[in-house]
Structure formats: structure tokens, C-alpha cells
């Protein structure tokens, strides 16, 4: 068995770009700004890429590249597109014996439209992805891996995200998850999940919504997600950088800055992967695993989709600076 299980979404994406996909800010859009086409019309398409995305698929990537021994659970279709992604995922030396091949339900699809700004918007369709059946893993396996990488399990599989944490608990598997919007949405039944958790990677926006304290408060916010988690909570915030901290230290790095922006699709996967994937090499070392998963994170937006950009062993993670990494005492 593989020494990262990375467990959730395996997507087929393709990035759409054109001239005649325009921004336009207007209350109606709950971000405040849409991606628009003129209707009726027919738009010119510049360029067009198909990858593969999915935030298990991502860390899985992440952790192949660095050598460390990477498999990936979750549930394709049964169709050129389930079958285009195992072997992609096979040539980046990430174990697709893990894969679950659904014969009723299609390939997760997702068409990205890309903004000049290399901002984007995403037309996801779940489709097999939501689905991961707890009869098809072969737990028994999973019992020699050394972490899981657990992401966001949704629709039928939802229950599947507290039996994993519960199995590698009782089999001394360490945890790193990402959990989604699903885990985050039942508190009650998220937290007492969390004593088992060695690394628990959230934004500040969710941080906030979790423990349910404003997001201006930032010491309150780690404090009760400190008290609620065994190991590293991983908050990142955007272009301010992250702040992690095991109740006892907290370190704050802001964000290095890329060459040029490209996409930022799989952004916070390269950071969350980078991170643990670190974490690991260098036997706790916070600060370096802080730089790598920042090197990662800025090396993917450098590209289209979510992990041609994703570093590989040997390359340098002060390709674009060393951060500025502060510590202090609790």
C-alpha cells in the first residue's frame, strides 16, 4: 500500500478561454461579479485545454511527484473519460487500484471558463464522483498506509468521510483533510471528528463559519478550532497569506509571488498537499513545509488547470523567494 491515500473528487476539466467571455459587476451575482456571454450569439473560443482535476486527484499528484508513494480513491465512470484519468493518473505513478468504475453514472465533468484576469467559474457536474462506495474500498489494504489525504465527500458518500477518519484513528493512520462545504455545514458532527485530525486545512472564511465566531476575530477563531483538533489547524486567507497553529505555536507567511497568473484552479490543493507532503519529508519542520506548500501553490496558477504546475522532487521551492515566516509562543 501507498504511503498517501488520498481520498474524494477525480474530475475530467476543460478550461475554456475567449475574448467573448466578459465580467460584469452587478448585485445579482453572489460574488458581485458574473462571467457573461451576449445571448443568442455564438462566441469565439481562442484556446481550449482538457486536464484533470479533483482535489484527491490533485493531492495525489503532489504527493506522487515527491516520490513519497500515492494512491487515490474515488469513483469514475465507466466511459473514456473514467478511463482517460487512470491513465493519467497512472503515469504520474499514482496507484489507481484504488479506483472504483461506476457503469450507470458518468465521469465528474467540469467546463471552466477563464477570465483574462485568470480568475474563473466553474460548471461542475458530480456525477459518479458523489458516489464512492464503502463496500468497493478494500479496507483491509488501506490499513498499511502511513496518511490519508481526506477532501470533501459529498452526496451519497458524505458518510464515508467519518468512517475514514474513525479507521485511521484505530490503525494509527495520521489525518490530513480539507473537508467541503458538506462536513463543514454539521459542526456537531464534524467536531468530535476532530481529536483524531493531525492536520485540518480550512480557509478563514470556513474557520469562521465553522466555530461560528466573526471572522474579524481571528485569535477566538483558532483558539476554539486549537481546543478542537489534535494537530496543525491550517488556516490559509487569501492574498494575506496562512496561519497555522497546534495551540501551543502559531506561525504567519504571507504569499510568494508568481511569475505571472495564469489560473488559479488547484491552488489551495497544491498548498494543503505541499504542506502535509513536507510535514512529512522533513519530520514536523513547520517552516519549510509552510515554503513548500506555498512553491507549490505558486507554481499552479502559473498554468492552466490544476496540476501541470504541481513541482516535482528536486525542484527548488525558493524558485520565487523565501518567505517571511514568523513564529510565536501561545
Given at each position: 500500500m501507498s504511503t498517501f491515500v488520498s481520498i474524494g473528487s477525480i474530475t475530467r476539466d476543460?478550461?475554456?478561454k475567449s475574448k467573448g467571455i466578459k465580467t460584469l459587476r452587478s448585485s445579482a451575482f453572489k460574488t458581485g461579479v458574473?462571467?457573461?456571454?451576449?445571448?443568442?450569439?455564438?462566441?469565439?473560443?481562442?484556446?481550449?485545454?482538457?486536464?484533470?482535476?479533483g482535489s484527491a486527484a490533485n493531492a495525489a499528484v503532489t504527493f506522487a511527484r515527491q516520490e513519497l508513494g500515492s494512491a487515490c480513491v474515488g469513483r469514475v465512470g465507466d466511459d473514456i473519460r473514467g478511463h482517460e484519468i487512470k491513465k493519467v493518473l497512472g503515469d504520474e505513478h499514482v496507484s489507481t487500484s484504488l479506483l472504483q468504475f461506476d457503469a450507470n453514472k458518468y465521469t465528474a465533468y467540469s467546463t471552466i471558463l477563464l477570465a483574462a484576469s485568470g480568475e474563473r467559474s466553474i460548471l461542475a457536474y458530480h456525477g459518479a464522483g458523489e458516489f464512492i462506495l464503502d463496500k468497493d474500498i478494500p479496507w483491509r489494504r488501506?490499513?498499511?498506509?502511513?496518511?490519508?489525504?481526506?477532501?470533501?465527500?459529498?452526496g451519497q458518500c458524505a458518510p464515508?468521510?467519518?468512517?475514514?477518519?474513525?479507521?485511521?484513528?484505530?490503525?494509527?493512520?495520521r489525518i490530513a483533510t480539507n473537508p467541503g462545504?458538506?462536513?463543514?455545514s454539521?459542526?456537531?458532527?464534524?467536531?468530535?471528528?476532530?481529536?483524531?485530525?493531525?492536520?485540518?486545512?480550512v480557509n478563514k472564511e470556513e474557520a469562521s463559519y465553522l466555530v461560528n465566531i466573526p471572522y474579524s476575530k481571528t485569535d477566538a477563531?483558532?483558539?476554539?478550532?486549537?481546543?478542537?483538533?489534535?494537530?496543525?489547524?491550517?488556516?490559509?486567507?487569501?492574498?494575506?497569506?496562512?496561519?497555522i497553529s497546534d495551540g501551543r505555536t502559531r506561525y504567519h507567511a504571507g504569499v510568494l509571488k508568481e511569475r505571472r497568473m495564469?489560473?488559479?484552479?488547484?491552488?489551495?490543493?497544491a498548498f494543503g498537499s505541499g504542506f502535509v507532503a513536507e510535514l512529512y519529508k522533513n519530520k514536523g519542520d513547520v517552516s519549510r513545509a509552510i515554503q513548500f506548500g506555498s512553491a507549490n501553490a505558486t507554481s499552479v496558477i502559473e498554468y492552466i488547470g490544476a496540476q501541470e504546475g504541481i513541482l516535482r522532487k528536486g525542484q527548488s521551492p525558493t524558485k520565487w523567494g523565501k518567505l517571511k515566516i514568523t513564529k510565536q509562543n501561545l
Open positions: 476543460v478550461f475554456i458574473g462571467e457573461c456571454v451576449a445571448l443568442g450569439s455564438k462566441i469565439a473560443i481562442e484556446n481550449i485545454y482538457y486536464t484533470i482535476g488501506l490499513v498499511k498506509a502511513k496518511w490519508f489525504y481526506i477532501t470533501h465527500l459529498a464515508l468521510y467519518p468512517k475514514l477518519i474513525r479507521f485511521a484513528a484505530a490503525h494509527g493512520i462545504s458538506t462536513q463543514l454539521k459542526p456537531d458532527l464534524l467536531r468530535p471528528l476532530l481529536r483524531h485530525v493531525d492536520v485540518f486545512i477563531v483558532f483558539a476554539k478550532l486549537d481546543s478542537w483538533v489534535k494537530g496543525w489547524v491550517v488556516m490559509t486567507d487569501g492574498p494575506k497569506g496562512v496561519s495564469v489560473d488559479r484552479t488547484g491552488a489551495g490543493d
